[in-house]
């Protein structure tokens, strides 16, 4: 403070206490600012879990939907394999036949 300043009447006195009331009603402010953040950050984690439990169902689901997808491809492969095999055979066995029976038409 300066010399001449009188604690009881110093001209300074009141902007001082204005301005404590200032800091204390930012300081008050910036309490509910920062409560108000983190009420929000905390609501983000919970959403953030929320969507991972979400994706990983979905993971699991399109897991389960690719391996049904795949099944069903491989089936009419399979189809058409059992056909090729059968129709070797058909003509292994008419070849037999043809044998068998004396080589008919070639005489």
């Known amino acids: 403070m300066h010399d001449n300043c009188n604690p009881s009447d110093c001209p300074v006195s009141a902007r001082v206490d204005a301005l404590e009331r200032e800091f204390d009603r930012y300081r008050g ?48 492969a399979k189809r058409w394999d059992g056909l090729v095999d059968k129709l070797i055979y058909a003509a292994a066995l008419a070849v037999v036949a043809w044998l068998a029976a004396g080589m008919p038409g070639l005489n």
Do not use: N, V, W, Y
């Open 29 to 76: 402010s910036s309490s509910d600012t920062h409560r108000q953040m983190f009420d929000r950050i905390g609501a983000l984690e919970q959403s953030g879990a929320t969507l991972k439990a979400k994706l990983d169902g979905m993971d699991d689901k399109l897991d389960a939907l690719t391996e049904t997808a795949q099944a069903l491809a491989d089936k009419p």
